[in-house]
């Protein structure tokens, strides 16, 4: 069974700074899909970015980027010039190629600081 | 466009009660999700639906029942409740199973007491 593990139950970062939530992961496979998702106090889950397995190339969406590492099974989220609206639960999660089950990690709390 | 809404937003109700939270998406999605997230936890899968008419067991199943008679509705069921279901429940779209995004709808928290 693949299993997803987010070691930091907890992160801060200073506004306008940079941080970076860690993420690896367990899987015998060799296609599938990962992703970062948030979670702020309203409870909405709000994809965040995107990695399809079988890319070499880190996704990046505006401030959001990752570094994904297919051989160490290791997928951190790096968060640049944090705003206040970033503080919020970050989730990692996978899911293998056909497959219907989203496998999260336990989530990082981030708190920004003005 | 609403994407996915989800009905009650909150709830409670005695044990040994029949619940139905329902699930609505407005994006021809084919595959539709399940899932809840207890405190502090990430989020398992109860059921899925890859295409209308069709579902399938998840995660944690026990407990649950599903139904998909179309391809925008997804109503989840508690046919007894019990404390232990005591959860945030989240519904979920993608375009179809397997590769897609999932986008999850806003919730619904449900205490069992």
């Known amino acids: 069974a693949q299993t997803v593990t987010q070691s930091q139950p907890e992160m801060s970062v200073q506004e306008a700074e940079t941080v970076t939530l860690s993420c690896t992961y367990d899987?015998?496979?060799?296609?599938?899909?990962l992703f970062w998702y948030k979670q702020p106090p309203s409870r909405q889950m709000i994809l965040v970015i995107r990695q399809e397995a079988y890319k070499q190339q880190n996704a990046t969406e505006n401030r959001f980027s990752v570094n994904f590492q297919k051989a160490a099974k290791s997928f951190s989220l790096k968060i640049s010039d944090s705003q206040l609206g970033d503080a919020a639960m970050y989730f990692c999660?996978?899911?293998?190629?056909?497959?219907?089950?989203?496998?999260f990690g336990g989530g990082t709390r981030l708190m920004v600081k003005p | 466009i609403a994407g996915i809404t989800q009905a009650p937003t909150s709830q409670i109700l005695a044990a040994g009660r029949r619940m139905t939270l329902r699930c609505t998406q407005d994006m021809r999605h084919n595959a539709m999700y399940w899932y809840r997230q207890d405190l502090g936890l990430g989020l398992r899968l109860i059921h899925y639906s890859n295409t209308a008419g069709t579902t399938g067991k998840g995660e944690v199943p026990d407990g649950y029942s599903v139904s998909r008679a179309n391809t925008d509705d997804f109503p989840l069921t508690l046919a007894s409740a019990v404390p232990s279901q005591t959860s945030v429940y989240f519904c979920?779209?993608?375009?179809?199973?397997?590769?897609?995004?999932?986008?999850f709808g806003p919730g619904t928290r449900l205490t069992v007491l």
């Open positions: 899987t015998s496979e060799s296609d599938y899909y």
């Open positions: 999660a996978y899911l293998r190629d056909a497959g219907n089950m989203l496998t």
């Open positions: 979920a779209s993608s375009d179809r199973a397997g590769a897609d995004t999932q986008y």
